[in-house]
């Protein structure tokens, strides 16, 4: 029966360690010492395979789904017939109308940007030959018919070391700054502290967002289960 309700607000070392500043000069200096330079490469090396961009994709559709007593035929017919009168411009509300998708109506049959190896073959296959701005023909998969818009596409390209090198330069040095990081957390904690005393919701939030910080509210301790939000806090 003990408990207390609380706002709980968490700061990340790694995030605040993120957000410190370091100059252009700071950059150019640490890469003339080679065996920095020797390490920027060698982490390049390491993350080459994340940091190269795939090809992808941001597409929408409308899907028709077989009923238990509808025949193929039927379902294609009634594809089709949808199929005739959509256009890129009346795609949505098309999608609005007809499409059986869970929760497509209020997407307006949105899958976002994908990269290949997402959907299955059939999709995939369309989506990635399709010009953009043009609606494809009815494309069967195993979920049913689909009519796919795609409204933009994004060249695969391969990550350069030179791209890189200023930003992984820059989490080297950050790393390097322990009393600085102490300091700015510090600095962070002191306005959160603040925000919390005063029950100030607008400032805590706008700290949430600049500082990237967890933050949770209306959270329940109680002895049994400890904290029951997300943020864990531990016995003592």
Not at 2 to 15: C, F, G, P, Y
Not at 98 to 112: A, F, R
Not at 134 to 147: A, C, D, I, M, R
Request: hydrophobic share 35%; glycine share 4%.
């Amino acid at each position: 029966q003990q408990k207390r309700k609380a706002t709980i607000v968490r700061l990340s070392k790694d995030e605040a360690t993120k957000l410190l500043n370091v100059s252009d000069d700071e950059i150019k200096a640490f890469l003339l010492e080679k065996q920095n330079l020797e390490r920027v490469q060698s982490m390049f090396n390491e993350r080459k395979a994340t940091l190269d961009r795939p090809e992808s994709v941001t597409a929408r559709h409308l899907l028709l789904s077989a009923k238990e007593s509808e025949s193929d035929a039927k379902l294609k017919a009634r594809i089709e017939m949808i199929a005739k009168e959509t256009t890129a411009k009346n795609f949505i509300s098309q999608v609005k109308k007809y499409t059986e998708e869970p929760g497509g109506k209020e997407s307006g049959g949105s899958l976002g940007s994908f990269t290949r190896g997402r959907m299955v073959p059939e999709f995939e296959e369309a989506a990635f030959s399709l010009p953009i701005g043009q609606v494809s023909k009815p494309v069967k998969t195993n979920f049913g018919y689909h009519l796919i818009l795609v409204e933009s596409k994004q060249s695969a390209k391969e990550a350069t070391f030179d791209e890189h090198k200023n930003s992984i330069a820059a989490e080297l040095l950050r790393k390097q700054k322990t009393a600085e990081v102490e300091t700015f957390i510090a600095e962070i904690a002191s306005k959160v502290e603040a925000a919390l005393k005063s029950s100030n919701t607008k400032t805590l939030n706008t700290l949430k967002t600049q500082y990237r910080l967890n933050l949770e509210t209306d959270v329940e301790i109680n002895r049994y289960e400890g904290v029951t939000g997300q943020i864990f806090l531990e016995t003592a």
